[in-house]
């Protein structure tokens, strides 16, 4: 293992940086030891930083980078599961095994994410109407804890630690691996719908009816457009292509998968880069370029599922002061207190060209797992402007009042009094942490904030 370094540390939205002592085990069995390691103020395990918040910083603690112990320890290619070390990345097993036919059951909107953050945040795609989250295709966690060490669990036999630990936010312990499933694909292709909708209305409407007959679909809405034209939108929604849908030359290499970036984000941006007047452009042109109504269309991995891996640190964008990324579910039958929602947020004038609505299916038995059935409604604005954080904390408490509830992944600035309300399993998932943490030598500064400890 590299010495542990004293390094700075942030999200991916670069707010409330913190040092800490940075440990970069090389492999699985320094990365089980991290746990005997002295650590007055505790540890945290971080991958790939992807989370927008705090949840992987320490502040004067210690710090356990993951990201070296990667790789796939195991794989059934007939039956499509795989084994992979904790610090492998999504983008590593797309590469890997989307040539063998093979997709991972769930991606977020980057691949830049490890199978320790993935389980760490539940985290959710585009196909959770369909799929659900992360974890529902875990069958197996290799998960070191203070109290008992390391154990090998499944949701059969240890389903409390098994279901703290999904979406546990790496505070029930430091994961070493997963066994999970993968889905079957024909080609590394997608067969893309688009709709180009004029107002909101028409948005939910064509989430609400169609949404059934798609293994992916999301929402990107132009938050900048006002008066009728507000929750205006484009629909994309879709599934892996068969091989009889592809040209001929599409056909000759049906599985070929690239993971590329196309440029850089400059260290230094001119400030406030990102306004009104530049969002307001960006959404337009945006918007205009998606087809009013395509069928059929075939999409790469890539321009489907992770356009911003195209340009490496686009956090960078956003400035010095960084970004506030805002996500909350709330229940279907809430829709009315969503349309009010998405309306503060739309007249607020908040420069956001990131901002993504979708039907979320039913949850899974995590006490901290975000996703519940209903709206999820993501924003993502520049972390500046006094009016932003009363605007938020008024709209978070209309979400909890509607039985709904914050991404804890992308959290930098909820109050913690409102926790208990949004996860009403709140002590379930306490007393798991306490069972197998009793000293509290998991610690995070996510952990403090929103006392989960
Ligand atoms: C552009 C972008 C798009 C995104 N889109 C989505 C999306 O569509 N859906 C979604 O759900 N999320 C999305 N996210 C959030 C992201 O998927 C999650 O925050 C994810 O957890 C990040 O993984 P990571 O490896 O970077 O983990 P980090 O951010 O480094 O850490 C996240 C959590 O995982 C824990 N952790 C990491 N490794 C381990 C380990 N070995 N053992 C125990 N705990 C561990 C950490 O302690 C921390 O609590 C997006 C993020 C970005 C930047």
Known sequence: MNRAQRTRLTGWANTAPTGAEVSRPDDVEELAGSLGLDAPRGLIARGLGRSYGDPAQNAGGLVVDATRVSGITDLDI?????????????????????????????????????????????????????????????????????????????????????????????????????????????????????????????????????????????AWLDLMAKGTSMGRSILGRGRFATLDELSARQRRHPLAFHSTTLATAPKV????????????????????????????QIHGITEFFHPLDLVDRWNRLYGRTGIVQWQFVIPLDAVDELRTIIGELSASGHPSFLTVLKRMGPSNPGPLSFPIEGWTLTFDVPAHGAALGPLLDRLDRRVVESGGRIYLAKDSRMDPDLLPAMYPRLDEWLAVRRSVDPKQQIMSDLARRLRLS
């Open 78 to 218: 007939t039956g499509g599961r795989v084994t992979a070390l904790a610090g492998t990345s999504l983008d590593d097993l797309m590469r890997w095994l989307v040539p063998l036919g093979w997709f991972v059951p769930v991606t977020p909107g980057t691949r830049q994410v490890t199978v320790g953050g993935a389980i760490a945040s539940d985290i959710h795609g585009k196909n959770h109407h369909k799929a659900g989250s992360w974890c529902d295709a875990v069958e197996a966690i290799t998960i070191v804890t203070p109290a008992h060490g390391r154990r090998r669990i499944t949701p059969a036999d240890d389903p409390e630690l098994f279901w703290a630990t999904a979406g546990g936010m790496g505070l029930t312990g430091v994961i070493l691996d997963a066994t999970f499933r993968l889905n079957r694909i024909e080609t590394s292709l997608l067969s893309v719908d688009t709709d180009r909708t004029p107002d909101l209305d028409t948005t939910l409407a064509l989430l609400e009816h169609g949404d059934a007959d798609y293994e992916y679909s999301v």
């Open 269 to 296: 941006v001119p400030p406030r880069l990102i306004n009104p007047l530049t969002i307001r452009a960006f959404n337009e042109a945006w918007f205009r370029k998606a087809p009013k109504r395509a069928r059929g």
